[in-house]
């Protein structure tokens, strides 16, 4: 016997570990012979905890999951973690301090890291944990991290090959640098925030005259640094200047001015100056103009002079250059910024300074402004491998859905720069590259294949004898100093790329890799197209020969309620194991799928996720209602078969809503799939069928009502198998719960058979949604007019064919108790002084006579009408005012938008009830 109330808590956390207990998502369970289904789980932070983004992307890769396991497909749902860098060694050195224990350079690299993986295997494993509790039917015993052992193989070899291929190399270029950190960081890393600050404009002395050429700036301590001063070569302004040169206040460089595109003639002055080595546009400039790269910085973002070649070089010695290095060799850039003001202040050198708004890149966990830092790092040849990528897209052999965001993958990858990929960090995959005296680079998967390619090197050049070889490839003590590893890790997307691939077994052909890759759809979010689909898709092609999967389907992001972007700092982070707590999984799981529209952002509210924990208790109480009414599927019932016009409208509405179910998962629309589950089991069923059969299943035994408790059985166990993708957890519980008394379910419900095409009796439909669409306008007139509850109004229909007249003879008392009506008549014209509804083709008319004042209803109408446009026409005013869209944030349009379309939609439904009013 069903409990009265369904509590979720209880249920979720016994069903759980009942498929734990069973092994139900391991690869390949519950396969009848189907093809193969696999997804690799875009691998969160081994130091994340569940946020909302996490709930969305993981509820509708379950949903394919699950409905293509019980479609009797093979399915692998591949899990894992990310190592994740930077957040992983913030986190354990963070831990380090807060216990008082020696920093990470005092205790040194191998301890250090032997301390991050004693945090990993204590509290690495918190996210997968709370997934479970999403109901993420992952093949849990297959978990893979980024750095356990064949993974860490795969990204060797992919490194070692890449190299030899040339496709990575070392290069001094710009990289986004945290001086907090003292790391490169990608563009990931980067959030640009806006600051309140100044635009300083600046006088450079013109060489050999007495004029000036002024350039604005929001970094005027970077100015140590500039090699240039570039003007449009349009500008007429300057045009006579070009070629000439200024010399660097406070330095005594002399630098040119140059033409170039890059100067705007409408910004400031319409001149800039050019810092090749702090600034990522200025380095391009540099480089067509062939401009030194002067950096005058170090790693922590102090003033670097003393001793730097490239700030004295051609720089004539002089008592200005040497107060310069001395006053700011050692500053923060800060300070440094400061004085260098008010130097160029006091020289008259500032010709002004403004008040200005911009966005400065902040490091996202350091929180401190990065830096622009020319250094030598490892890079990936990215525009080489992303030609092959570019094709798989174009050629249609991967598609993104929805279709749009191949733009933004086609405008990326065409316009790709070289990628980054080494980072100043010891927790991570460090790089397999050693280093000999004069500066060599071996490059192997092992120090052994390192130390023999470097020794038989050095042999060759006569740098060392024979016999010293011998003697250092036996001792590792004796080639310490002579062979040294690179420092440096890798970035942790250069592992993730591989992914799709290196979970399998790569670069073993595993039977996993030869079955499950390439995997059937990615399932993710928009802002890492650029940074993991893009180099998944490169990696994929180049070492596979196959694109990782046909089909990327971008989900957008969760906002809250209102549409504003959730940020700890707005306060408006909701937690989804809060929301699991106070509605349960199944509400949280339905809420994002039901909200999940191609090309729109989530804003799940707290009403919407309650709403769906009481449809999970309105399918429960359906369940206690067919079990208390002996609703029972006996063996051999064959739905096609049913001979009960109500049994068989249910059966071909069930056929429909699961051709609609199948199409729309098949297009990845996961809002419409759900929507098409809810109208069928709240709706058709719960608020209909069942209404419909009380009195067959409360009326004299016979046939009729065998056939109907049979029927409700099977529809309950088609929505339990319908509804599972999306609520697994009550539906598992209710095929449970439901079985027959001593005949036990054959499996699970994540194993059973998706429901099959069942057949449709297109007249029984066309009879019942008559009925059903006859009481619905009924009651929303009794609503809309205020017809007090225990009136039982006079109907009167027009019924102009004989099967109108046939329906009504047979459902005339599910007519009087639905609708509460009093007598029906038949008409051959509409009466007058009534209220007119039409179904189909049929007038049928209400007598609200002595009941409603008809003529006080219509002015009440006309007076709702007025108002609701008046409220439309505010509304249009306000959208259609280009200050306020421009300047309002994305929310704020968006909640005026709904409040139109609502306005809209009450209008109508106002209007409808108003044109109903004949006579």
């Known amino acids: 016997m069903l409990d009265k109330t369904y509590d979720a808590a209880s249920v979720e956390a016994r069903i759980s570990a009942l498929w734990d207990e069973a092994k139900a998502f391991r690869a390949g369970a519950g396969a009848r012979g189907g093809k193969p289904f696999s997804i690799v789980i875009p691998p969160p932070n081994v130091t994340g905890s569940l946020h909302m983004g996490h709930a969305l992307n993981n509820t509708l890769q379950d949903i394919l999951v699950r409905h293509a396991r019980m479609s009797g497909r093979d399915v692998l749902w591949q899990a894992g973690t990310d190592h994740a860098g930077i957040a992983t060694q913030m986190v354990v050195e963070r831990q380090m301090m807060e216990r008082q224990e020696p920093g990470r350079r005092a205790i040194g690299r191998d301890a250090f890291v032997e301390k991050v993986w004693a ?39 992919v490194f070692v090959a890449l190299y030899r291929d040339g496709l990575i190399y070392r290069d001094k270029r710009l990289v986004n640098w945290d001086p907090k950190l003292q790391t490169a960081i990608s563009d990931l890393e980067v959030q ?77 002055s319409g001149a800039v100056k050019v810092t090749p080595a702090h600034d990522f546009n200025d380095f391009e400039v540099g480089r067509r103009h062939e401009l030194p790269m002067v950096s005058i910085m170090d790693t922590e973002g102090r003033i670097a002079l ?99 965001w191949a733009k933004t993958y086609f405008d990326w990858m065409e316009n790709i720069q070289p990628w980054c990929i080494s980072r100043q960090l010891w927790w991570g995959h460090q790089i397999p590259a050693w280093y000999g005296p004069d500066g060599k680079v071996f490059v192997a998967e092992t120090e052994e294949e390192a130390v023999s390619e470097a020794l038989a090197h050095y042999v060759t050049a006569g740098a060392i004898s024979d016999a010293d070889a011998r003697r250092m490839a ?23 790329a591989l992914w799709p691939f290196s979970t399998m077994g790569w670069p073993d052909r595993t039977p996993e890799f030869e079955r499950y890759y390439p995997t059937s759809v990615l399932v993710t979010g928009f802002d890492i197209i650029f940074f993991w689909v893009a180099r998944m898709m490169m990696m994929g092609t180049h070492f596979t020969g196959t694109e990782p999967f046909p089909v990327v389907y971008i989900h957008g992001i969760v906002r809250d309620e209102k549409g504003a972007k959730m940020s700890k700092s707005k306060g408006n982070v909701v ?45 429960w109480n359906a369940a206690r209602f067919a079990e208390m009414n002996g609703c029972v599927l006996p063996a051999g019932f064959d739905a096609k078969g049913v001979d009960q016009t109500v049994n068989r409208w249910i059966v071909t509405e069930a056929n429909r809503t699961l051709a609609a179910i199948d199409d729309a998962i098949a297009g990845y629309r996961f809002a419409d799939a759900a929507a098409s589950v809810y109208r069928f089991i709240w709706n058709t069923y719960c608020d209909w069928y069942v209404e419909l059969i009380k009195p067959l299943l409360t009326g004299e035994d016979g046939a009729a009502k065998d056939e109907t ?62 009925v059903v669409e006859l009481v619905t306008q009924i009651r929303s007139v009794r609503s809309e007019m205020n017809v007090p509850p225990a009136a039982q109004v006079p109907l009167f229909l027009v019924a102009e064919s004989d099967e109108i007249i046939f329906r009504l003879d047979r459902h005339r008392p599910a007519l009087v108790r639905l609708a509460r009506l009093g007598e029906i008549h038949t008409a051959t014209v509409p009466p007058k002084g009534m209220v007119q509804i039409m179904i189909g083709e049929t007038a049928a008319c209400l007598d609200l006579s002595g009941i409603v004042d008809l003529a006080a209803e219509r002015t009440r109408l006309s007076r709702e009408i007025e108002k609701s446009a008046k409220e439309i026409e505010r509304l249009d005013a306000k959208l259609g005012n280009d200050q306020f869209v421009q300047r309002a944030p994305i929310e704020v349009i968006e909640e005026q938008r709904e409040k139109r379309d609502a306005a809209l939609a009450l209008r109508d439904r106002l209007t409808a009830a108003l044109d109903r009013l004949s006579g």
């Open 709 to 770: 408790r049979a029927t409700a059985a099977f529809i309950r166990d088609f929505i339990l198998k319908i509804l599972h993708p999306f609520m697994p957890f009550v539906t598992e519980e209710l095929w449970e719960r439901t079985a027959p008394e001593g005949s036990p379910r054959e499996t699970l419900l994540a194993h059973a058979p998706w429901p099959e095409p069942i057949g449709e009796d297109p007249a029984a439909a066309a009879e019942m949604n008559w």
């Open 119 to 157: 945090w990993k295997a204590e509290s690495g494993g918190t996210i997968m944990n709370q997934l479970r509790r999403l109901g993420a039917s992952c093949d849990w015993d297959r978990e893979r991290f980024t750095m356990d052992e064949g993974l860490s193989r795969a990204v060797l070899k």
């Open 192 to 268: 640009q925030v806006e600051v309140g600050g100044h635009l300083w404009h600046l006088r450079y002395p013109v060489e050999g005259t007495d004029r000036t050429i002024t350039v604005a700036t929001t970094r005027p301590e970077t100015m140590l640094g500039d090699t240039g001063v570039a003007v449009h070569p349009d500008d007429d302004r300057y045009r006579d200047l070009v070629g000439r040169h200024v010399i660097l206040p406070l330095v005594g460089r002399r630098i040119p001015i140059v033409a170039d595109e890059y100067a705007d003639p409408e910004a400031g």
């Open 575 to 619: 937690d989804p194991l809060d929301l699991i707590g106070d509605f349960g999984a199944d509400a949280v799981r339905f809420t994002m799928a039901a909200l999940a529209t191609p090309g729109r952002d989530v804003k799940p509210a707290r009403a919407r996720i309650e709403g769906y924990r009481n449809f999970a208790t309105k399918l």
């Open 306 to 404: 003393l001793d730097n070649e490239a700030f004295t070089a051609g720089v004539p010695e002089s008592e200005e250059l040497s107060s310069t290095i001395a006053t700011f060799h050692g500053l923060d850039r800060f300070e440094a910024r400061r004085r260098i003001v008010w130097m160029l202040e006091s020289k008259g050198l500032l010709e002004k300074v403004e008040d200005h708004t911009h966005a400065v890149p902040h490091g996202d966990r350091s929180a401190v402004p990065i830096e622009p830092f020319l250094t030598d790092q490892w890079y990936v040849d990215a525009k080489t491998l992303a030609k092959p990528a570019i094709a798989a897209v174009e050629e249609g052999r991967t598609v993104f859905v929805p279709p749009n």
């Open 474 to 496: 036996e001792n590792p003590a004796e080639r310490a100093p002579f062979l040294t590893r690179d420092s440096d890790v890798l970035d942790t997307w250069f592992s993730s």
